[in-house]
């Protein structure tokens, strides 16, 4: 080894790197830095280095540091210079492209729209969103392609709850959705549920507020305005209203 540092028994092997000014000015100073080098000519960077680990200054009086990680990447012409591609902030934020991460983890990208990856080498893939009541799984969004399940919430045991399928069809308490098991045709959202009042409610509606003469609606329609709508609501404290109308090619009923 061209380097070995060695501790005695019991104790910690301690390298320490220290430098930068003696009273800081600037946010984004260097204090101390680690360069890591490359007998390539290829790299061609001041130094020719490869990669850099650097303390930085966060504050402008120097009380905050955090940790930046630079690589090399050849461009058209020499010399080219490292740039930052990992921030660690004071406070614990980890930047993906960028050095001023808003959150935990905050991944960045100029002009990519895909910014970021969760992969499994499972069939399946999951991001469980945890809160301080949750055990060993909170609200899980994942995907399973063995099942056809492009996006999916499922509860803290794993029972899938949302499903949209690969071929756009929606599920609200089932993960078949609209599969074709109807004479009357495959609907594009399929709720099911067991409700325990004698209603069998499986799904509602709701809009306005509690005025009177307001309602909800929906609409059943082609491609265009023309169809029928429904509307279902209050006319009065002990009224309701409920009626179905025509939609005209204006949008007027």
Avoid: C
């Avoid at 061609?44 to 680990?53: C, M």
């Avoid at 999916?152 to 599920?171: E, P, R, T």
Wanted: glycine fraction near 14%; charged fraction near 15%; avoid cysteine.
């Amino acid at each position: 080894n061209l380097l070995h540092i060695k501790a005695a028994d019991g104790v910690t092997g301690v390298l320490k790197i220290e430098g930068g000014k003696s009273t800081v000015t600037s946010i984004g100073e260097i204090n101390s830095q680690i360069d890591f080098g490359s007998n390539d000519g290829s790299v061609w960077s001041t130094g020719n280095v490869g990669g850099r680990i650097a303390s930085v200054t966060e504050a402008t009086n120097g009380a905050y540091t955090g940790m930046a990680f630079y690589t090399f990447r050849q461009g058209a012409s020499s010399p080219d210079s490292l740039s930052e591609k990992v921030r660690i902030t004071n406070d614990g934020k980890v930047g993906i492209g960028t050095t001023s991460p808003t959150y935990n983890l905050h991944a960045y990208h100029a002009t990519q729209n895909v910014v970021a990856r969760f992969e499994s080498g499972d069939n399946q893939v999951w991001i469980d969103l945890h809160d301080d009541e949750s055990g060993n799984y909170g609200a899980l969004l994942g995907h399973d392609s063995d099942a056809g399940h492009l996006f999916v919430i499922a509860d803290a045991s794993v029972s899938k709850k949302f499903v949209i399928k690969d071929n756009g069809n929606v599920g609200i308490g089932t993960t078949s959705p609209s599969d074709g098991d109807s004479s009357i045709g495959n609907p594009k959202l399929h709720v099911l549920g067991v409700e325990s009042t004698g209603r069998n409610l499986v799904a509602r509606f709701q809009a306005g507020n509690d005025s009177n003469n307001t309602y909800a609606s929906m609409i059943l329609n082609h491609s265009n305005d023309r169809g029928l709508i429904f509307h279902g609501g209050r006319a009065a404290s002990n009224r309701a209203i409920g009626f179905i109308n025509l939609i005209q090619y204006d949008g007027s009923e």
